[in-house]
């Protein structure tokens, strides 16, 4: 179940990110620099915005791994026995 709430949550705030962040960082990060072709814009454009987004992704999968944690049993078989 941890995994599968991991997973909901990195793919929401991912897409949260890809529409709201990706477009002004990567537009103020071009912004600055010169380029001899619009081939070269295009590349880096593309891949900062999926940088973004995948930025994105991993914040959403470590909240959502903490969210699911509240929902793991301490008595579940992979739990591990208290040593001592």
């Known amino acids: 179940m941890r995994y599968v709430i991991a997973m909901i949550f990195a793919l ?5 990110t890809a529409a709201q ?10 912004d600055g620099m010169k380029f001899e072709s619009p081939d070269q814009v ?3 454009y593309s891949a900062l915005m999926a940088s973004v987004a995948f930025i994105g992704l991993l914040i959403g999968w470590v909240i959502g791994w903490a969210v699911g944690g509240l ?10 026995p208290p040593k001592g």
Do not use: H, M
């Open 71 to 80: 929902f793991v049993r301490s008595d579940s078989p992979t739990a591990q």
């Open 12 to 16: 929401a705030v991912a897409l949260f």
């Open 42 to 44: 295009e590349v880096l």
């Open 21 to 30: 962040f990706a477009a002004p960082v990567t537009n103020s990060v071009l």
